[in-house]
């Protein structure tokens, strides 16, 4: 068991979001042992946790909110940052924000991976408790499969076919830390059909993507002159956005967690499966027993 993480300064970025085409400046911030991870919609005066019961879309980004009397305070795409922060160990993070959605950057988490590093990482004092899987968890629907199982560490498998000769069937399987994170996972962009671009456009969606923070794929292939980053890069980025989501249940999970076609909503809606099979899995801790609330998602 570790000892929980923090950053040790404040660092700015700023940029457009990918879905909103909105500018937005974010500022991250230390926060205090147990804190978890804390945006702050400053615009808008609202403190949006990030876990679980957070959640309010999953379609195409995974959206967090907070409901201020008859309205409700979004930020959208966080995954790519949760992503960072999990993939270098970050616990503890408070994330001001001053627009509806976190700058996509350049479509992956290695710009926001350098910020926090940037930043310094201070270990706190203190152990961060983990969920480690015991017996095998499993969530379907129509189109997706979400299997966890015992694993001394951090696995994910991922598999996935778009039935489309770019980028067709792609598999991989990781053992996921700090270095591998780093080089395998935080570089691989989001992406996109060409041929969806109209109509996400249509339904208030991409309309800040470009070719320069996603990778796009027309009928004769890749868009970007640049190409690909990995042959994989899209199955990779598929990883990196289950290592946000999956990061929302506000533990690590020492497990071998197995996706197949699997999206946010997906990724979403196995936690709260993995939460209510209580005899699947167990909260190592330092401490005898963790408040009820800390893993109360109902």
Not at 62 to 85: M, P, Q, R, W, Y
Not at 95 to 107: A, F, M, N, S
Not at 109 to 122: D, P, Y
Request: charged share 20%; net charge negative.
């Amino acid at each position: 068991m570790r000892l929980q993480r923090t950053i040790k300064k404040e660092v700015v970025f700023q940029g457009i979001g990918l879905h909103t085409g909105k500018y937005a400046n974010v500022r991250l911030k230390p926060a205090a042992r147990d804190t978890g991870i804390v945006f702050c919609r400053i615009d808008k005066g609202a403190i949006i946790r990030a876990n679980i019961n957070s959640v309010v879309d999953t379609a195409f980004a995974t959206t967090i909110g907070f409901i201020n009397g008859s309205d409700i305070v979004k930020i959208k795409t966080v995954e790519h940052l949760l992503a960072a922060a999990a993939g270098l160990g970050i616990d503890n993070l408070i994330v001001e924000v001053d627009g509806p959605e976190i700058p996509i950057l350049d479509g992956s988490s290695t710009e926001l991976v350098g910020i926090i590093l940037e930043a310094g990482i201070a270990k706190q004092g203190k152990k961060m408790p983990f969920i480690k899987i015991t017996k095998p968890v499993v969530y379907e629907d129509a189109h997706a499969r979400i299997v966890a199982l015992p694993y001394d560490g951090s696995r994910i498998s991922y598999y996935i076919n778009f039935g489309h000769r770019m980028p067709g069937h792609q598999e991989l399987t990781l053992d996921i830390d700090e270095k591998s994170f780093i080089k395998e996972i935080a570089p691989a962009r989001t992406f996109g059909f060409l041929s969806d671009v109209e109509q996400l456009r249509a339904n208030g969606l991409a309309k800040g993507g470009s070719l320069d923070n996603a990778v796009i794929v027309g009928d004769d292939g890749i868009l970007n002159a640049a190409g690909l980053r990995f042959d994989d890069e899209f199955v990779r980025h598929k990883i990196l956005d289950s290592i946000g989501d999956l990061s929302l249940i506000g533990f690590p999970i020492q497990g071998h967690i197995m996706l197949e076609k699997a999206g946010h909503t997906a990724n979403i809606n196995f936690l709260k499966k993995l939460i209510s099979c209580v005899d699947c899995w167990s909260l190592v801790s330092e401490v005898d027993h963790l408040p009820q609330q800390v893993l109360n998602y109902s």
